[in-house]
């Protein structure tokens, strides 16, 4: 954000660093900078917004420069000097900042108002109808690499794994999703055959199924990702890295193609938090109970009921009227932010889940 002193104005800006949750709002994490700058003339269109953006590069330059907060705030001088930033972004505080720096505004546009209406183009395909998978809880993202091509990504890759894979000699689960990019506008052809994974481990590892098919799927078209879960145990290897290969069949929405692709990707085996969650991890596991922290009863989680080392994380996050405590409306509405409709399933425990944020 850029503010004037002189003339007593502020620029809103957003900055799209990476995809914070894959799938909400059926946005599929991009594989390219031009993909990523789509997505920035879609929510332009779908919203009506005309607030400008900001896009950060592939290997998020801007994101570790402003210290890789998850929805960070700045606001910036004239000259260029960050003078107010926030690890969590709230619209009370932001405008509480702004009040002292240039002084209040009257009538206050409201958060409600400023909040772009969002809705998604309905599509005339079958969704809903493939079953999803139970997934475990401590899953963690893994950078996933595609090799070139000479036509789009019409289906991502999502691979995530439990965190015993990341150790020498380790064993646990990992997770391969294929979802539709909705920038293209395409759907399975499921009369043309199932999506079909092959991986390929190194030696020294040991995998409980090196090809997948997807499954079978009476609608002849639909939009479901295809979601596979596989055992994997590293006995003597030090390798990092797996390839895996998708053959898959799209048409287009509009009827003008119906072809079969296949994508190849090396991923590695290290958790890489800046993918973001899925849906169904949606809410950091330290937050899913943060209820519980109440420990009087008194309706306020204040300083020494919050996590040993973690009330300003806390407070940062859900504190609108900075009275050092959060209330149950406070609460209430945090856990609303988060609310996609599938809700979340990773409990608040004692801090050793190894899927909170750092």
């Known amino acids: 954000?850029?503010?004037?002193?002189?003339?007593?104005?502020v620029n809103f800006y957003y900055v799209y660093k990476s995809l914070a949750h894959p799938e909400v709002n059926g946005f599929v994490a991009?594989?390219?900078?031009?993909?990523?700058l789509k997505h920035i003339a879609e929510f332009q269109k779908i919203t009506g917004s005309q607030v400008p953006w900001l896009c950060d590069s592939m290997e998020g330059a801007l994101a570790r420069a402003f210290g890789n907060a998850p929805n960070g705030e700045f606001v910036i001088n004239p000259q260029g000097k960050v003078i107010r930033q926030r690890f969590w972004s709230n619209p009370v505080t932001l405008r509480a900042d702004l009040a002292k720096l240039i002084g209040p505004v009257n009538p206050a546009t409201t958060a409600q108002q400023a909040l772009p209406a969002f809705k998604m183009p309905h599509r005339e395909i079958a969704s809903g109808v493939v079953p999803r998978?139970?997934?475990?809880?401590?899953?963690?993202?893994?950078?996933c690499q595609i090799q070139p091509s000479e036509f789009p990504a019409y289906a991502k890759l999502r691979a995530e794994a439990t965190p015993g894979l990341f150790t020498e000699r380790g064993s646990g689960k990992m997770y391969l999703g294929i979802y539709l990019d909705p920038l293209y506008q395409v759907h399975w052809n499921n009369r043309a055959g199932n999506v079909s994974v092959q991986i390929e481990v190194a030696d020294g590892m040991e995998i409980s199924q090196a090809n997948l098919v997807g499954p079978a799927v009476e609608a002849d078209a639909d939009l479901d990702p295809r979601m596979f879960l596989v055992d994997l145990q590293r006995k003597t290897s030090l390798e990092k890295t797996i390839s895996v290969a998708l053959t898959y069949t799209v048409c287009d929405d509009a009827d003008t193609f119906c072809q079969t692709f296949s994508q190849s990707?090396?991923?590695?085996?290290?958790?890489?938090?800046r993918l973001g969650s899925r849906p169904g991890i949606f809410m950091p596991s330290m937050f899913a109970r943060a209820a519980d922290l109440d420990r009087d009863g008194n309706g306020l989680i204040e300083g020494s009921e919050f996590p040993a080392n973690r009330a300003t994380l806390f407070l940062s996050h859900m504190d609108n009227n900075l009275d050092g405590a959060v209330?149950?409306?406070?609460?209430?509405?945090f856990m609303a932010l988060f609310n996609d409709g599938r809700g979340f399933d990773s409990p608040y425990d004692d801090g050793k889940n190894p899927n909170k944020d750092p």
């Open 265 to 273: 990707y090396e991923i590695e085996l290290r958790g890489d938090r």
């Open 327 to 333: 209330d149950q409306d406070e609460l209430k509405a």
């Open 30 to 36: 991009p594989h390219t900078l031009s993909e990523r």
């Open 1 to 9: 954000m850029y503010q004037d002193y002189h003339k007593k104005d």
């Open 133 to 143: 998978l139970k997934l475990p809880a401590d899953l963690q993202p893994l950078p």
